[in-house]
Every structure is written in structure tokens, then in C-alpha cells.
């Protein structure tokens, strides 16, 4: 069973703080991924990664970077949180090859106050 | 880039009927197409899934259809029990591109008892 974890599930920080959230996946996918779900607009791409140290931009990076230092281990960053950023912080992870499952984390809830 | 339209965003129906819920996507290169439920409070999980040299594909009570000329395609549940009760995302992958894929803004459908 692909086991995708995030480093916690509820979150409270300040605006202006550094924020990292942790994505482990324990498959040997090539591919991770960081959505994040608001309401009414659905899963949307921050960033992803199809290999070590290799980063691509989604749909919404602004305010966001990433780093993917081992393959199992990727992680979003948001340099200076501010309260747009409050959301559902979703990784996800797949084998690399068109039509494959993504298995996604439980999600990361994180408030910026 | 690939832009993927799903209605309808919220559904009711009653126990036992069908739901049907469509989606467009706009880049004629898009060759796969799944579809995830995410139960509330859980992680998105795939359900089904489609390629477009395919035109229908059922697993028991859920289904979906494939138009290629159109630009749509659409699941089907039938026979809707109270476990059906999630949001629904589509997504579409381009096979010009890498891995990701763009989900659909997501429908809520509700089975009433």
C-alpha cells in the first residue's frame, strides 16, 4: 500500500512567518506534487517535482518555492505566510508515465493569522 | 495550457437514482482522464479512470463516458447509495506534457434519504 504522509494535519501561524510543510512518500515515486483545495476552485497546482532536486512550477507559485533534497521527501515552503495563504495543503505522488495514479497525503489545514 | 470545466458544482439526488456529472477540457491532446472522490475529511482517492482510445468504461455502479470530438466527458453513478455522498474531481492529463494533471473545480453530491 502507497503510504503518503504530511508532517501534520493542522497548522497555526502568524503572518509574516516561515512556514515549511513536509510531504514523505514511502513507494519510490519519481513524481510529488503540492495542491492546495479552497472551496469552489478545486485541487490547484503550486508545484511539482519529477526527480531529485528537480522543481517545476504549477498554476499558483507566487508566494510559494519548494525543495526536494531525496527522492521519498518534498517540501513547501512559504517564505513570508500571509492570511490568502490560509487553506488545504494537499501533496500528492505518482510513478512517472502518462496515466498513472496519484496517491495523495491527508492534507495539512493551515490558518495564518 | 489545458483547462479542464466540470458541472455541476453541488448535486442532489435521492437514494437509489443516478447522478450524472460532466466535464470539458480544452486541449485536444489530452489522452487520460480520471476522476477522484475525496469523502469529507479524507484524501482524494481514484475511482476510475479512462484513456481516449477508450469511449465508456464501467465498474459496477459508477461509469464514464468519453466524447473526444466534443471535448467532454462524464461519470455516472448509478443506483446511489448514502456512501456516495462526496465531492467529485475530474482531471485531465496532456500527453505533450509531463505527468501532472489539471482537475476539474469538483461537484458535491449529496444523496438524499
Known amino acids: 500500500d502507497v503510504k503518503v504522509t504530511q508532517s501534520s494535519r493542522y497548522l497555526v501561524k502568524r503572518t509574516g512567518e516561515k512556514v515549511f510543510l513536509e510531504c514523505v512518500q514511502d513507494m519510490d515515486h519519481e513524481n510529488m506534487f503540492w495542491y492546495r483545495q479552497d472551496p469552489g476552485l478545486g485541487l490547484r497546482l503550486i508545484y511539482f517535482s519529477y526527480d531529485v532536486k528537480m522543481k517545476e512550477k504549477g498554476d499558483i507559485p507566487e508566494g510559494y518555492s519548494v525543495s526536494r533534497e531525496k527522492k521519498e521527501r518534498f517540501s513547501l515552503i512559504l517564505e513570508s505566510a500571509s492570511t490568502n495563504q490560509t487553506s488545504m495543503y494537499l501533496c500528492?505522488?505518482?510513478?512517472?508515465?502518462?496515466?498513472?495514479?496519484?496517491?495523495f497525503g491527508p492534507g495539512t489545514r493551515l490558518t495564518v493569522t | 495550457g489545458e483547462n479542464v470545466e466540470q458541472h455541476p458544482s453541488t448535486l442532489s439526488v435521492q437514494e437509489g437514482d443516478s447522478a450524472v456529472i460532466k466535464c470539458t477540457y480544452s486541449?485536444?491532446?489530452?489522452?487520460?482522464f480520471p476522476w477522484y472522490k475525496q469523502e469529507l475529511g479524507k484524501r482524494p482517492q481514484l475511482i476510475i479512470d479512462?484513456?481516449?482510445?477508450?469511449g465508456e468504461k464501467k465498474d459496477q455502479r459508477i461509469a464514464v463516458t468519453l466524447n473526444k470530438t466534443a471535448k467532454h466527458f462524464s461519470l455516472h453513478i448509478t443506483e446511489t447509495q448514502p456512501e456516495d455522498s462526496a465531492v467529485y474531481f475530474c482531471a485531465a492529463s496532456s500527453m505533450n506534457r509531463d505527468d501532472k494533471i489539471i482537475f476539474g473545480k469538483g461537484t458535491r453530491l449529496h444523496i438524499l434519504p
Open positions: 479512462i484513456r481516449s482510445n477508450v
Open positions: 486541449d485536444s491532446a489530452s489522452n487520460y
Open positions: 500528492a505522488s505518482t510513478l512517472q508515465g502518462l496515466g498513472l495514479e496519484q496517491y
